[in-house]
Structures are given as C-alpha cells and as structure tokens.
C-alpha cells in the first residue's frame, strides 16, 4: 500500500513500452553546442575561410601602417594601426569560435595564403594605393561574412551569426568612412 492508503500495483512486473514506429529519417548527429555535426563542420570551413582571408588582410594593414609616407602619413599611420588592431581582435575571436564548433583553426602561413580571398600586397607606400587596397580587402571581408552568415543561419547558430553580423556593421562603417576620406 503507497501513501495516503492507494494500493499499488506490483512494481516488479516489467511494463513494456509501446515501441516507436520508425519514420526513416535519422537524427543529425550534434555536437557539444547543440547543433547539427555536419552543418557545423560546413560552417566551421567557412570561418576558416574567413580567418584565413582576415590574416591576410590584417597583414596587409600592417604593410600599410609601417610603409605608408606622404602628406597624410600622420592619419593614415594612426588609420591603419586602428583597423589592424581591430581585425586582430576579430581574428581571435573567429578562431575561438571554430574551436567552440569543435573545428581546428587554420593556423599558418601557407594555410591562410592558400585560403585567403585577398591576396598579399606589398610595397605600398602612397595614400591613394593603400587605401584603395584596403577598401578591397573589406569589401571582399564583407561578402565572406555575408555567406558565413548564412550557414549559421541554416545551422540555427546564433552565436556565430552574433559574432559574424556584428563585425559586418563595425566594418561597413569603416569601409564608409575610408571611401569618404578617399572621394569615391
């Protein structure tokens, strides 16, 4: 007899479950952050993407920061070192953010050349041509992030979709700002 004077059943029978009717369709394997293993490692290979194209941009900057002469130097000296210590902080967060994924990060030389959208420069000295190179590599950051974007929509992972939509907003206004010091 249970509490409150209710009689209960023998406990030792075993009760059978009514087995579930299989539909056919699997259940997508998830990682430890709760989405779907393989949209996942599809969203993991484009932030690689990104990263890659991003450390080629950041060195870019670098290149630009450290060469650059003329009448704006002061400026662009300042400009320059403002945007790279920007990608460098995004850079971090991009490969932080494949390991949370539980990808590898791409994390050299060759690999980045290999994988970047943009490609090196080098000997950049005047405004106009460092500028101009810059807005390049942006406007190509913007169209990656745009697509990164979409896979972690189709992923549902919002973190990723957080961390990639933001960065567009923060460098779109960047790329604004360099196309109105440039008169383009």
């Given amino acids: 007899?249970?509490?409150?004077g209710v009689i209960l059943g023998d406990m030792s029978?075993?009760?059978k479950s009514p087995k579930k009717r299989s539909t056919g369709a699997r259940k997508p394997a998830m990682n430890s952050v709760g989405l779907d293993a393989a949209k996942a490692a599809s969203l993991?290979?484009?932030l690689n993407g990104l990263l890659a194209t991003y450390q080629v941009h950041y060195q870019n900057l670098r290149g630009c920061h450290w060469n650059i002469t003329?009448?704006?130097f002061f400026e662009l000296h300042a400009k320059f070192e403002e945007l790279y210590t920007k990608a460098q902080t995004f850079i971090d967060?991009?490969?932080e953010r494949i390991l949370t994924l539980e990808g590898r990060p791409l994390h050299t030389y060759s690999a980045y050349l290999k994988a970047s959208e943009v490609k090196e420069q080098r000997d950049l000295t005047g405004a106009k041509e460092t500028v101009?190179?810059?807005m390049a590599d942006m406007g190509t950051l913007i169209a990656l992030q745009r697509g990164v974007l979409r896979l972690a929509e189709d992923a549902g992972d919002e973190a990723t979709a957080t961390l990639v939509g933001d960065n567009i907003t923060v460098m779109e206004k960047d790329l604004w700002m360099?196309?109105?010091y440039s008169g383009k």
């Avoid at 007899?1 to 409150?4: D, K, S, T």
């Fill in 1 to 4: 007899m249970g509490a409150g």
């Fill in 13 to 15: 029978k075993k009760t």
């Fill in 44 to 46: 993991t290979d484009g």
């Fill in 70 to 72: 003329g009448p704006t």
């Fill in 93 to 95: 967060e991009l490969a």
């Fill in 132 to 134: 101009a190179c810059v």
């Fill in 178 to 180: 360099l196309r109105a």
